[in-house]
């Protein structure tokens, strides 16, 4: 039983790629549109971000490549619902940094503070129904304001964002292009952190409540939870 996330872990890792700064920038900038919720602007983009796509290297080109052919395929109502069934209704495919070591408890909140300080540091703001931790403003700040910056808070909660490649290319999710483009920005896993994933695997987020709304959940009088969030 111990050495089942391992092994599966050791089966799913992602490849590397040798990429330059302004490429892993490029990267970090296309995957936080791409894992976008699919509105009619997102779609209007596609072919600026197909073009994109193609000045990267192999493997991260065909990674990206797929997320942008399933967009540009699918019918846009089909789309959305996709993109709904696929981040908002599974656990273990949570766009929110934290909720994968936290859940929704009271220690998500202090685990929060560390991209709000990272941001204010750079001189932005959130809008006040926008979450920090949400990996698509976690991926844009890095791409156009702060690529040390932005990669540390991708490494704080690698364990959560290695689960969440893990989960979508288990499930057969066409948005696992994207998440394994990231991942192979970043440097291999290695002792902590390969034991913290190894666990999530196992055990999924902690499910104590602190009385709210689920964070990753979606309010119709909000509009989607990403739309217009850092414009």
Do not use: I, W
């Not at 069934?85 to 273990?92: K, S, W």
């Amino acid at each position: 039983m111990n050495d089942q996330p391992t092994s599966r872990l050791r089966r799913g890792r992602a490849r590397r790629a040798p990429l330059d700064d302004s490429q892993r920038a490029l990267v970090h900038r296309v995957a936080a549109l791409l894992l976008d919720y699919p509105d009619p602007e997102l779609l209007q983009r596609l072919p600026a971000l197909r073009a994109a796509v193609d000045t990267l290297p192999a493997p991260v080109r065909d990674d990206l490549a797929g997320v942008v052919h399933h967009l540009a395929t699918a019918q846009p109502q089909a789309a959305a619902a996709t993109y709904v069934e696929t981040f908002d209704l599974r656990r273990r495919a949570c766009l929110y940094l934290t909720y994968y070591a936290h859940g929704d408890t009271r220690q998500r909140g202090v685990a929060l503070l560390a991209f709000k300080q990272a941001y204010r540091a750079a001189g932005l703001l959130l809008r006040d129904d926008e979450l920090p931790d949400h990996l698509c403003v976690v991926l844009e700040f890095g791409a156009t304001h702060d690529l040390a910056a932005g990669t540390a808070l991708l490494l704080e909660h690698r364990a959560g964002l290695e689960v969440l490649r893990l989960a979508l290319r288990d499930a057969g999710s066409p948005y696992a292009g994207a998440l394994a483009a990231v991942c192979a920005t970043l440097p291999p896993l290695a002792g902590d952190d390969r034991d913290a994933v190894a666990r999530l695997v196992a055990q999924g987020p902690p499910d104590e409540s602190v009385g709210l709304e689920p964070y990753g959940s979606h309010d119709p009088a909000l509009g989607h939870p990403r739309e217009g969030a850092r414009r």
